[in-house]
Each structure stands twice: as structure tokens, then as C-alpha cells.
């Protein structure tokens, strides 16, 4: 089992940007895949960006793809998600999760065995 510690949620203005950190611990290795997720008041929760950790492959819904970045300091069994030009619409409880995967990762809850703690971003207008 892995453990994921989340941390970088807050308030944020619009159009400002924001940076959540996601580090991985409890194991060996660098095979595995990391999700981002998030869950607006009122909304089901939503796969928003991944990346496996040992070859760098990254998907993004496309509603985001141009304004989230997922990255990964390996090393550090860190990883991020940098958001920029933030709206209201962003205002949610995010989630990075994990799975052992090589070479893929899934925008789909359902794929990932461990979940870190969540943390609130709040965007004001």
C-alpha cells in the first residue's frame, strides 16, 4: 500500500495559480501511475490530469489541458499539479490517487488503489 500526502490547496484569485504537491511513500520503486481528481460542491468527482511516474506519460481532460500541468521529481517520489489562470469553476476538493502501472495512467477513479487526504482549493472572483 502506498501512502500519498497531499499539500499547496488554499484560496486563490481568479486568474491566479496554484500549485498542489502529491508525495508518494511507503514502497520501492518508480512503476507507478498518479491520478488528479477532483470534486466540485455538488458534482461528482472528475479525473482531471495523470502521469506515470517512470516513463513521464501524462493525459489531461481536455476542459484543462491547456491551463493544468502534471510533473514529477522522481527523486523525491513527489508529484504536481500546476494550475494556472484559475476561475471560480476550479473551486474543489482534489485528490491525487496511485497505482502500480508502467508506461500508463488512468483518468479513472476506479484504477487507483490508494487515495491521498484531498486538499480544498477555493478560487475567488
Known amino acids: 500500500e502506498m501512502q500519498l500526502a497531499q499539500s499547496g490547496g488554499g484560496v486563490v484569485q481568479a486568474g491566479g495559480s496554484l500549485t498542489l504537491s502529491c508525495a508518494v511513500s511507503?514502497?520501492?520503486?518508480?512503476?507507478?501511475?498518479v491520478g488528479w481528481f477532483r470534486q466540485a460542491p455538488g458534482k461528482e468527482r472528475e479525473g482531471i490530469a495523470c502521469?506515470?511516474?517512470?516513463?513521464?506519460?501524462?493525459y489531461y481532460q481536455d476542459s484543462v489541458k491547456d491551463r493544468f500541468t502534471v510533473s514529477t521529481a522522481t527523486y523525491k517520489k513527489t508529484l504536481y499539479l500546476h494550475i494556472v489562470d484559475l476561475n471560480p469553476e476550479d473551486t474543489a476538493d482534489y485528490y491525487c490517487?496511485?497505482?502500480?502501472?508502467?508506461?500508463?495512467?488512468?483518468?479513472?477513479?476506479?484504477?487507483?488503489?490508494?487515495w491521498g487526504q484531498g486538499t480544498q482549493v477555493t478560487v475567488s472572483s
Open positions: 490517487a496511485a497505482v502500480w502501472a508502467a508506461g500508463v495512467c488512468f483518468l479513472t477513479g476506479r484504477e487507483y488503489d490508494d
Open positions: 502521469i506515470g511516474n517512470s516513463d513521464g506519460t501524462t
Open positions: 511507503g514502497f520501492g520503486g518508480d512503476d507507478y501511475a
